[in-house]
């Protein structure tokens, strides 16, 4: 009896998936991608994570325009210093310049959190309370009650956003947010949280569905219009604060102006992607149909993600396409600038929302795990190390990097259209110069800021034994969930079955459950086990306690009363 259930077991963990329950559904972009990116390379970005924070965060860094950090104590906001951050390498704004006070917290929140997403604590891991300096980023003193990219007006010219670009205004509390939940117990916060969320219910309130416009003033309560187009894609936005909110205050009012929200974002007649929200707005999607019995088109805001076919932002989407034998597929920004021209940032953080997604959408789980691969491979190229130098426009300062800030972006020709036109496709480069021209120098093309995302690569990446097949964490950025389950996508790129060992928490008894099979697959797992996976195809495998009490709502799977699968049907 114990050898026929032993021979069971391995039946069941080694039979391919090919006869997965849960139907496929394809993003046409993705369809435009690599099976297997060439050349192939997964780099370990939890160590580059690791990495990143220790050498920036080093306020006795040597080198030409080091260190990155320094000390911003005019108080905005709240008596407290700030440590800024630079957005790029030697931007002549920052440091010193303009009292200390022009630092982002684009660069400050995303640094914070990808440090937090691979185990650092930047809140009681060293001298200074990095997470509660963020509290200078809630703009009290000019009245509008949010987070915001700067702490004061007065320096809100110098760089982008502040209170005329609305994804800048709406971004840093998306940021906040995930900060919030891994951090509530820093002194604020829930205030913080609190009155942000009651500022964009009233908002929203006051648009009544009508998102098209430049920005909002959260002071006046009240749209704007000027030289920028309409932004109404900061619905999403608004959408994941409010309902994020929802989650942690169980307030019905929050749930309210989420599900306004993404009926505004819904509504919309052409893709309005922007820039960095409507990854959001498709997770707010699907999480809010799994939890709540909305019916929003996660797909219509999946292709408006990644197609390209925006508007306002001319082209913004997903890049696809073999550069000089050089895959850049699944970076993320304008497919039409230059031919082509993706972030760094963008690409990190478009992963934040899109992997947890399949925790309440599993029917995507083979586009987004192709997605990620040839993201998570493209994303190296925007280090200097990683891209052979005729390709950058800076080989000869890679060193003042040293080793962690990459190129802001690779474009598929020189964006400065008179400098560096001799080389090729892809041109590693950067903005900064231009930000400041005549006074920034050359290497603020070197990205501080969008390299400070890495983190969210590092806390969802990790290799199996088989190259280009990832195991990627769909709880790393699923903040406020309901189950914290180890909870693993696993994509097989290759056009035959391969069979990978999977290692179970050391010291734990756990069951086994595939999402897309809808199956526990495996029962009392002390130790490792084997599953093969189909060729392109996909596993989403839910790690809960042996012994867990199991019950069925609706079409709901619960473990010991946490839902882990949303579409279930008993058989």
């Known amino acids: 009896m114990k050898r026929s259930l032993t021979y069971l077991l391995l039946f069941l963990l080694l039979s391919p998936l090919a006869e997965a329950q849960v139907r496929q559904i394809t993003i046409s972009r993705v369809g435009e991608m690599a099976d297997i990116p060439q050349p192939l390379r997964i780099i370990d970005w939890k160590e580059l994570a690791l990495k990143f924070d220790s050498t920036v965060y080093n306020f006795n860094s040597r080198g030409n325009y080091w260190p990155l950090v320094w000390i911003d104590s005019t108080g905005k906001n709240f008596p407290q210093p700030v440590v800024g951050v630079y957005t790029a390498i030697g931007d002549v704004r920052q440091g010193p310049a303009n009292k200390g006070m022009f630092h982002e917290a684009l660069a400050n929140m995303g640094a914070v959190l990808g440090a937090s997403l691979v185990g650092i604590d930047k809140q009681k891991g060293s001298a200074l309370n990095y997470v509660g300096m963020l509290r200078n980023y809630f703009n009290s003193d000019n009245g509008w009650n949010i987070m915001m990219n700067n702490t004061a007006p007065e320096v809100a010219l110098l760089g982008g956003g502040y209170g005329r670009d609305w994804w800048y205004d709406v971004y840093p509390n998306v940021l906040f947010y995930a900060i919030y939940d891994l951090y509530p117990d820093e002194p604020e916060f829930k205030r913080l949280a609190r009155t942000i969320a009651d500022q964009f219910y009233l908002a929203d309130s006051v648009l009544n569905g009508n998102y098209s416009y430049s920005y909002f003033d959260y002071r006046q309560m009240k749209p704007m219009t000027n030289n920028i187009c309409a932004q109404p894609d900061a619905a999403a936005g608004h959408a994941y604060v409010l309902y994020s909110a929802y989650k942690h205050f169980n307030d019905p009012r929050y749930l309210k102006g989420a599900i306004n929200a993404m009926k505004a974002l819904e509504s919309q007649p052409i893709n309005p992607t922007y820039e960095l929200l409507m990854p959001f707005g498709a997770y707010v999607a699907a999480r809010m149909n799994a939890e709540q019995g909305t019916q929003f088109d996660v797909h219509k805001m999946l292709d408006w993600t990644f197609d390209g076919t925006a508007v306002c932002r001319e082209g913004w989407g997903v890049l696809t396409g073999n550069w000089n034998g050089i895959e850049i597929s699944g970076t993320v920004g304008s497919t039409v600038d230059h031919g082509g021209y993706a972030f760094l940032m963008n690409t990190f953080d478009a992963a934040w929302p899109l992997v947890p997604l399949l925790k309440y959408q599993p029917q995507y789980a083979n586009a987004i795990g192709k997605w990620m691969l040839n993201a998570v491979n493209a994303a190296r190229f925007f280090y200097p190390e990683h891209l052979p130098r005729q390709h950058q426009t800076l080989p000869d300062e890679a060193d003042v990097t040293k080793g962690v800030i990459a190129y802001e972006g690779i474009a598929k020709a020189s964006t400065y259209d008179s400098l560096y036109t001799e080389l090729q496709a892809p041109v590693a480069q950067g903005d900064g110069p231009k930000w400041v021209p005549g006074k920034n120098p050359a290497v603020s093309q070197f990205s501080v800021y969008g390299s400070g995302h890495v983190g969210i690569f590092g806390g969802m990446v990790q290799e199996t034994a088989v190259e280009g097949l990832l195991q ?31 290692r179970t928490v050391k010291g734990q008894t756990t069951d086994i459950y595939n999402l897309l099979t809808k199956k526990f697959i495996a029962r009392r797992v ?28 609706d079409q709901q799977l619960l473990v010991d009363g946490k839902v882990i699968d949303y579409g279930f049907t008993m058989r």
Do not use: C, M, W
């Open 472 to 502: 990627v964490n769909l709880q790393t950025t699923d903040f406020f969930a309901d189950h914290n389950y180890p909870s693993y996508l696993y994509y097989n790129p290759y056009g035959e079955i391969k069979t990978i060992r999977l």
């Open 526 to 553: 002390k130790k490792n086990f084997k599953i093969a996976i189909a060729a392109r195809q996909s596993a989403i495998l839910i790690s809960v306690p042996s012994g867990g009490k199991i019950t069925h709502k």
